[in-house]
Nanobody, 128 residues
């Protein structure tokens, strides 16, 4: 069974940077678009950003645009979420996901429907 394995998160301070990774088993998701969601305490799941299967183009949610970036490196079977200038409101559990058929332009409208695989989630806590 193909899997998505996420790196550990942790506790960081406001203004810090942190990169999360999502590793694919072999080349299982090479032709899948892949992206990130997060869920903060008391809030619904929120789209963060995604990459087309080849690594470009990418799309980033308006709420984090300019601070976060998504990249997909098929040569390393890895999806990254680079987070800069972290804020306390970024505190959440972050999930990576993969979709074979969902067009990239529809990812920002997704609450998780259409995903074919999910990572187990990584807790990121940002202190002020």
């Amino acid at each position: 069974q193909a899997q998505l394995v996420q790196s550990a998160g942790g506790l960081v301070q406001a203004g810090d940077s942190l990169t999360l990774s999502c590793a694919s088993s072999a080349r299982a998701f090479r032709t899948y678009s892949m992206g990130w969601f997060r869920q903060a305490p008391g809030k619904e799941r929120e789209f963060i950003g995604a990459s087309d299967w080849s690594g470009h183009p990418t799309v980033i949610a308006e709420s984090v645009r300019g601070r976060f970036a998504v990249s997909k490196d098929n040569s390393k079977n890895t999806l990254l979420l680079q987070m800069n200038n972290l804020k306390p409101e970024d505190t959440a559990i972050y999930y990576c996901a993969a979709a074979l058929r969902l067009p990239l332009k529809l990812w920002p409208r997704s609450t998780g429907a259409g995903m074919d695989a999910w990572g187990n989630g990584t807790l990121v806590t940002v202190s002020s």
